[in-house]
């Protein structure tokens, strides 16, 4: 392919004109963008047609902050535990461990909306019993229980940015003294809605250069939460601890007629993290934010697009209330979103929303001096792996921009990342153009995945810093990073869903993943029996249900015999050492079509990363073991009435297990699990680290190299083959004959 334009996002910054030239023409870019602490040069609008600008409605006037401190962000935390020796007097300093220069005690109105709990039975310590010097923030529980464990739940102002602070802090700013420490305001509390309008209209009169307002992202930060070092104590991508404050939780009283305590929030301390189930308060809570952030939102784009600016939003940073895939969305009218892509199911994220015009992802590295100039940093690695596991994602949905972020002068330093980055947007711009922007075909029917949260949280499961990996869930991860890249149309559904609504006619898959106990596993879901009878008459009539992990766990229906509500369906449950005395006999069958790859590619042994964390026995006449180790099952195929089920013990992404997970879903479904010889999916690679994308309406086969290894592969289909050696990280078009 010759090389095009178009299609590219470049940061720039001040001072470096003539290489900022050289490097928009070398990735073809069309559009520039300014990063948070740099500013955009007077050449901007002469390089590209569109000059985007951040722009944050909740930082960024200092003047106007200092002079206005009663307007400051709030954030719920709790103290941490301590437990009283004796029946005097226990004094909690609430903010040890946390950073005094981001937060301090948010007194007013305290005997309302701070709790002192003991943890220890989990009651609430009443008003009398407790004191607060609002002076040091020290609290005083007068006659604590001996040997009770007690916690302060409270209000905290916001002094400091959680964005800026952390970059602050990355970029040592300290040693600049034209950078200040950037205080947040929240548009709930008195005059800060008419000062973001106005300063809003102000700044786009000042900057007629810019052509796209790029909010980052509105108003309330997800949680993030630095200890006593400056560093990261707690984060949460999903976090609605920030989003609070007396004036919103007092309007949430006034709507609803429920007074939220502390707790609500703070949770135990898990501050409702997206494993949690969610209660009934926080999810309305989520539904109140949201409505309000949307409305805010629209008003500041009304204003954007009255100036004749185009808007988008960075889905980061301040994205607290925009829940896009939640039913407030579309009403903010957003012309875009900028995400940044973590992972495969980062990227489908963003591409898979509706209601803008169009979707933009940023690729890693990030040009920051912890990957530029910093010992180890490999900036060509990480743009290597960002891209590989983005663009399974990009065929399977294609996102309409890319782009970049960061201070330019750092990544000038490394040619060779320059050289590596604009061969990437230009393969961005390739398979656009080779596929007229289109989706290639998928399986004729739809995977589901049920959890508690359901669309709202789609293709956002089981993750906690936006894809960062972590030991306790990469072995769930693998499902949706698996499926991102996967030739199937994919849904996100709540139990509610089902129970309320019943499964939708062009689902053939449930997809049930987690851990015992958790949002996404289902915990005290699956002891309503509305919701375990729709499964099951779903799979016996045809369907096929697959569960990773401990799926359809529930503690409650152990005294049933059973730890796994749907061990029928399944075949399989765990052993929770009540049942020792029953003797099991296992026979593997690692032949089996689902096991095709992990026998041929995968050294005859399934990798279930962590596992079940416990040993899964098989139940039932009808269930097959393919795969089995140290005294678990780690993967089985069960008939069910007329459908079919699949047990995975763990599924962390590999290209043997993404192919495998392929494969089950596709003997679930009934359908033949190589995909030969199906209309909608034709062609099939033989090997794993290869996929292959079909569109017929421009005729042409996509395969993709998704390692950074030569492979060979052979493609076929409908009477064809092709052998292909491919270089490492390549692709290859094919047309066929028909």
């Known amino acids: 392919m010759p090389r095009t334009t178009g299609r590219v996002t470049?940061?720039?910054?001040?001072?470096?004109?003539?290489?900022?030239?050289?490097?928009?023409?070398?990735?073809?870019?069309?559009?520039?963008?300014?990063?948070?602490?740099?500013?955009?040069?007077?050449?901007?609008?002469?390089?590209?047609d569109t000059v985007y600008s951040t722009?944050?409605?909740?930082?960024?006037?200092?003047?106007?902050?200092?002079?206005?401190?009663?307007?400051?962000?709030?954030?719920?935390?709790?103290?941490?535990?301590?437990?009283?020796?004796?029946?005097?007097?226990?004094?909690?300093d609430v903010l040890d461990g946390y950073f005094r220069e981001q937060f301090a005690i948010h007194p007013e109105r305290h005997e309302r909306f701070w709790e002192v709990i003991n943890r220890t039975t989990g009651e609430i310590v009443p008003t009398s019993g407790w004191s607060l010097n609002a002076s040091n923030g020290l609290v005083t529980i007068d006659s604590p229980t001996p040997f009770h464990e007690y916690t302060v739940s409270f209000l905290a102002d916001q002094l400091w940015d959680s964005t800026q602070m952390y970059n602050y802090i990355t970029n040592n700013w300290y040693t600049d003294p034209t950078r200040v420490k950037e205080r947040p305001y929240d548009v709930r509390k008195n005059k800060v809605w008419e000062h973001t309008k106005e300063a809003l209209a102000q700044w786009l009169t000042k900057h007629p250069e810019v052509?796209?307002?790029?909010?980052?992202?509105?108003?309330?930060?997800?949680?993030?939460?630095?200890?006593?070092?400056?560093?990261?104590?707690?984060?949460?991508?999903?976090?609605?601890?920030?989003?609070?404050?007396?004036?919103?939780?007092?309007?949430?009283?006034?709507?609803t007629g429920i007074a939220l305590r502390a707790e609500d929030f703070v949770d135990g301390g898990y501050y409702n993290s997206p494993f949690r189930v969610p209660s009934d308060n926080f999810r309305r809570w989520i539904d109140f934010q949201s409505r309000f952030v949307a409305e805010k939102a629209r008003g500041l784009v009304e204003i954007t697009?009255?100036?004749?600016?185009?808007?988008?939003?960075?889905?980061?940073?301040?994205?607290?209330?925009?829940?896009?895939?939640?039913?407030?969305?579309?009403?903010?009218?957003?012309?875009?979103?900028?995400?940044?892509?973590?992972?495969?199911?980062?990227?489908?994220?963003?591409?898979?929303?509706?209601?803008?015009?169009?979707?933009?992802?940023?690729?890693?590295?990030?040009?920051?001096?912890?990957?530029?100039?910093?010992?180890?940093?490999?900036?060509?690695?990480?743009?290597?792996?960002?891209?590989?596991?983005?663009?399974?994602?990009?065929?399977?949905?294609?996102?309409?921009?890319?782009?970049?972020?960061?201070?330019?002068?750092?990544?000038?330093?490394?040619?060779?990342?320059?050289?590596?980055?604009?061969?990437?947007?230009?393969?961005?711009?390739?398979?656009?153009?080779?596929?007229?922007?289109?989706?290639?075909?998928?399986?004729?029917?739809?995977?589901?995945?049920?959890?508690?949260?359901?669309k709202i949280r789609s293709w956002q499961t089981h993750m906690v810093a936006h894809a960062l990996w972590y030991k306790a869930c990469y072995s769930y991860v693998g499902v949706l990073e698996s499926l991102a890249g996967l030739p199937f149309k994919v849904k996100f559904l709540s139990f509610d869903d089902v129970i309320n609504n019943g499964i939708d006619e062009d689902i053939n898959v449930l997809i049930n993943a987690g851990s015992a106990g958790t949002a996404?596993?289902?915990?005290?879901?699956?002891?309503?029996?509305?919701?375990?009878?729709?499964?099951?008459?779903?799979?016996?009539?045809?369907?096929?249900?697959?569960?990773?992990?401990?799926?359809?766990?529930?503690?409650?229906?152990?005294?049933?015999?059973?730890?796994?509500?749907?061990?029928?369906?399944?075949?399989?449950?765990?052993?929770?050492?009540?049942?020792?005395?029953?003797?099991?006999?296992?026979?593997?069958?690692?032949?089996?079509?689902?096991?095709?790859?992990?026998?041929?590619?995968?050294?005859?042994?399934?990798?279930?990363?962590?596992?079940?964390?416990?040993?899964?026995?098989?139940?039932?006449?009808?269930?097959?073991?393919?795969?089995?180790?140290?005294?678990?099952?780690?993967?089985?195929?069960?008939?069910?009435?007329?459908?079919?089920?699949?047990?995975?013990?763990?599924?962390?992404?590999?290209f043997v297990n993404s192919r495998t997970l392929q494969r089950a879903i596709m003997w679930a479904a009934g359908k033949p699990a190589d995909s030969e010889g199906s209309d909608s999916l034709p062609w099939w690679s033989s090997h794993p680290a290869t996929e292959v994308a079909w569109y017929p309406n421009v005729g042409r086969i996509l395969v993709t190299n998704n390692s950074m290894e030569t492979i060979t592969t052979t493609v076929s289909g409908r009477g064809q083959s092709w052998d292909l050696e491919m270089p490492p990280m390549t692709i290859e078009w094919i047309t066929p004959e028909n």
């Not at 069309?30 to 590209?48: C, H, K």
């Not at 200092?62 to 007097?89: C, F, K, R």
């Not at 309409?400 to 711009?429: H, K, N, W």
């Not at 990773?548 to 050492?577: M, W, Y």
């Open 10 to 48: 470049m940061p720039i910054q001040e001072g470096i004109d003539d290489a900022i030239r050289q490097l928009a023409e070398a990735l073809g870019a069309d559009a520039v963008r300014n990063s948070d602490g740099t500013w955009l040069p007077a050449i901007a609008s002469e390089l590209v």
């Open 55 to 92: 722009y944050f409605p909740a930082r960024g006037d200092q003047e106007w902050a200092l002079a206005n401190p009663d307007t400051l962000v709030n954030q719920y935390l709790m103290s941490q535990p301590h437990t009283a020796m004796s029946d005097t007097p226990l004094v909690i």
């Open 211 to 255: 052509d796209v307002v790029r909010f980052t992202t509105f108003f309330y930060h997800f949680t993030l939460v630095f200890n006593e070092q400056g560093k990261e104590k707690f984060v949460d991508w999903f976090g609605y601890s920030a989003s609070v404050s007396p004036e919103a939780i007092d309007s949430f009283e006034q709507e």
């Open 305 to 454: 697009h009255q100036a004749g600016r185009r808007s988008v939003m960075f889905l980061g940073d301040n994205w607290i209330g925009t829940e896009p895939y939640g039913p407030y969305f579309a009403s903010i009218g957003l012309d875009g979103v900028v995400g940044s892509a973590g992972s495969a199911a980062t990227t489908r994220l963003i591409a898979d929303i509706d209601g803008v015009d169009f979707t933009e992802v940023r690729f890693l590295p990030y040009f920051f001096p912890d990957v530029f100039n910093h010992e180890g940093g490999d900036p060509v690695g990480q743009a290597n792996d960002s891209w590989l596991t983005s663009r399974r994602a990009i065929v399977r949905h294609p996102i309409d921009r890319m782009g970049y972020g960061g201070y330019v002068s750092l990544a000038l330093e490394f040619p060779e990342f320059i050289e590596r980055i604009t061969d990437i947007c230009q393969e961005f711009r390739d398979i656009h153009e080779l596929t007229n922007s289109e989706d290639p075909a998928n399986a004729s029917f739809t995977v589901g995945i049920i959890n508690s949260w359901g």
């Open 520 to 654: 996404y596993s289902g915990a005290h879901a699956w002891d309503d029996e509305r919701l375990t009878t729709a499964i099951r008459q779903f799979v016996a009539e045809g369907g096929g249900f697959i569960g990773v992990g401990e799926p359809t766990a529930t503690s409650t229906s152990i005294d049933q015999g059973r730890f796994f509500a749907l061990r029928d369906v399944l075949g399989v449950d765990r052993e929770l050492h009540l049942s020792l005395s029953t003797d099991r006999y296992v026979s593997v069958h690692p032949a089996h079509p689902i096991m095709t790859d992990v026998v041929n590619w995968g050294g005859n042994q399934f990798d279930d990363g962590e596992g079940a964390g416990g040993d899964v026995v098989a139940v039932g006449k009808n269930v097959q073991v393919l795969s089995y180790a140290n005294g678990t099952v780690q993967v089985a195929a069960n008939s069910y009435g007329k459908g079919r089920a699949v047990y995975f013990s763990g599924l962390p992404y590999s």
